[in-house]
């Protein structure tokens, strides 16, 4: 199973809700990834998860909260987002070290709307 | 902080031969890879390279030259299939994390 899945595949969401995009692999990968991907431009890295740990956060707002339950789940809340927030968010996940050639395999993507 | 970059766009022809160049400066270089991403789609891996020289995997072909800080694609036996955009990632070492950071992509339209 080379799969990373997400749901929702599509949100829309007013500015005042709190909604979860989730996240899931089964390939024994222990470092999972948020990227927001604005139209025609490359995925911008949000955070990363090592091990279950949250090891990068690129400075961002904290509308965005990052949860990793375990090593299969990755879990990205959002609240008070704003209309500039509207992407597409994708998880990716590899094994630890990229620097070993582990590529990232990246599940489709949440198409985020915030109105 | 990284810098890549990478021609916008490109066109080429059914059957043709296409090398899409990548030049990067970074620091903490820790490997490069090469993903596909078609519209609507998420990235798909491509190739890796982590010392200088050519890799090959199929129709595909990547080069790396640290010391200059380039890299390129080359596609062979374009398929109309192809059209997509590709994306080079640098990845860097920062206090035992490894990030990666992406090109913006170049956009290959392949014509008949």
């Known amino acids: 199973d080379t799969e990373v899945t997400q749901t929702p595949k599509h949100l829309v969401m007013g500015m005042t809700n709190k909604k979860s995009l989730k996240c899931e692999q089964h390939m024994g990968h222990r470092a999972m990834y948020w990227y927001k991907q604005k139209a025609k431009k490359p995925p911008e890295l949000m955070f990363v998860?090592?091990?279950?740990?949250?090891?990068i956060n690129e400075s961002v707002p904290s509308r965005f909260s990052p949860e990793c339950p375990n090593s299969s789940l990755l879990n990205l809340h959002l609240h008070a987002l704003q209309p500039e927030d509207s992407a597409l968010y994708l998880c990716?996940?590899?094994?630890?070290?990229?620097?070993?050639?582990?590529?990232?395999?990246f599940g489709p993507g949440t198409r985020l709307t915030v109105t | 902080g990284q810098n890549i970059d990478q021609p916008t766009e490109m066109t080429a022809t059914e059957g043709a031969i296409v090398q899409i160049n990548c030049t990067y400066q970074?620091?903490?270089?820790?490997?490069l890879f090469w993903y596909q991403q078609h519209a609507g789609e998420a990235p798909t891996f491509l190739s890796y390279?982590?010392?200088?020289g050519l890799e090959e995997k199929g129709r595909f072909s990547s080069f790396l030259s640290r010391s200059k800080g380039y890299s390129y694609l080359l596609l062979k036996e374009l398929q109309m299939k192809d059209s997509a955009s590709y994306l080079c990632?640098?990845?860097?070492?920062?206090?035992?994390?490894?990030?990666?950071?992406f090109g913006r992509g170049t956009s290959l339209i392949v014509h008949p």
């Open positions: 990716a996940s590899s094994q630890p070290g990229l620097a070993g050639g582990h590529e990232q395999y």
């Open positions: 390279n982590v010392l200088d």
């Open positions: 970074t620091s903490g270089f820790n490997g």
């Open positions: 990632a640098v990845i860097s070492s920062s206090g035992g994390s490894y990030i990666p950071t």
């Open positions: 998860y090592s091990y279950e740990k949250l090891s």
